[in-house]
T-cell receptor, first 111, second 113 residues
Framework: GESVGLHLPTLSVQEGDNSIINCAYSNSASDYFIWYKQESGKGPQFIIDIRSNMDKRQGQRVTVLLNKTVKHLSLQIAATQPGDSAVYFCAENNAGNMLTFGGGTRLMVKP | EAGVAQSPRYKIIEKRQSVAFWCNPI?????LYWYQQILGQGPKLLIQ????????DSQLPKDRFSAERLKGVDSTLKIQPAKLEDSAVYLCASSPLGVDTQYFGPGTRLTVL
């Protein structure tokens, strides 16, 4: 079946550096993608989303890039802070507003 | 605005016992979702409600799992009888009608011994 996956399970960055978390998806019919942040003991927290008619979307310190040609999604975090340490999930929204999540990438920020 | 509420936060039971989880979505959110998140994995959708009707329950193991949202507001998810492989965090999420963004609660961590 079609699925959403992530390239790297763990990413370690120095505080202040930029972070890039990647995600591959396989359902070419998906038209909406979301990044969630999940801290230990908490539910996923919405970070940013993007629709398939866009290539890039920016938020506060975060940018999502969508490359439909290669079915690739990335989350860029500028000036990474210790509070950014968490597991990040990409998810694709299929028909009927059903989310399919990837396996997650753990971001560790070194002080 | 209050977020999605879930209780209990933690539950430990023995296999073959029954357990129930409760979720109160964000006020006014018509759509409610239950997810199962096994340790180290992403959440997996179990069931989706719109108001008090089931939109999708194709991934709900119906031989042991059941869920209801009788009045279209809060919801309960039940497992009877529980198996060891049901150990996971059960997440509830909600969204307004016609809005794609889902807002998650803190989850209930279930341990089946």
């Amino acid at each position: 079946g079609e699925s959403v996956g992530l390239h790297l399970p763990t990413l370690s960055v120095q505080e202040g550096d930029n972070s890039i978390i990647n995600c591959a998806y396989s359902n070419s019919a998906s038209d909406y993608f979301i990044w969630y942040k999940q801290e230990s003991g908490k539910g996923p927290q919405f970070i940013i989303d993007i629709r398939s008619n866009m290539d890039k979307r920016q938020g506060q310190r975060v940018t999502v890039l969508l490359n439909k040609t290669v079915k690739h999604l990335s989350l860029q975090i500028a000036a990474t802070q210790p509070g950014d340490s968490a597991v990040y999930f990409c998810a694709e929204n299929n028909a009927g507003n059903m989310l399919t999540f990837g396996g997650g990438t753990r971001l560790m920020v070194k002080p | 605005e209050a977020g999605v509420a879930q209780s209990p936060r933690y539950k430990i039971i023995e296999k073959r016992q029954s357990v129930a989880f409760w979720c109160n979505p964000i006020s006014g959110h018509a759509t409610l979702y239950w997810y199962q998140q096994i340790l180290g994995q992403g959440p997996k959708l179990l069931i989706q409600f719109q108001n008090n009707g089931v939109v999708d329950d194709s991934q709900l193991p119906k031989d042991r799992f059941s869920a209801e949202r009788l009045k279209g507001v809060d919801s309960t998810l039940k497992i009877q009888p529980a198996k060891l492989e049901d150990s996971a965090v059960y997440l509830c999420a909600s969204s307004p009608l016609g809005v794609d963004t889902q807002y998650f609660g803190p989850g209930t961590r279930l341990t089946v011994l």
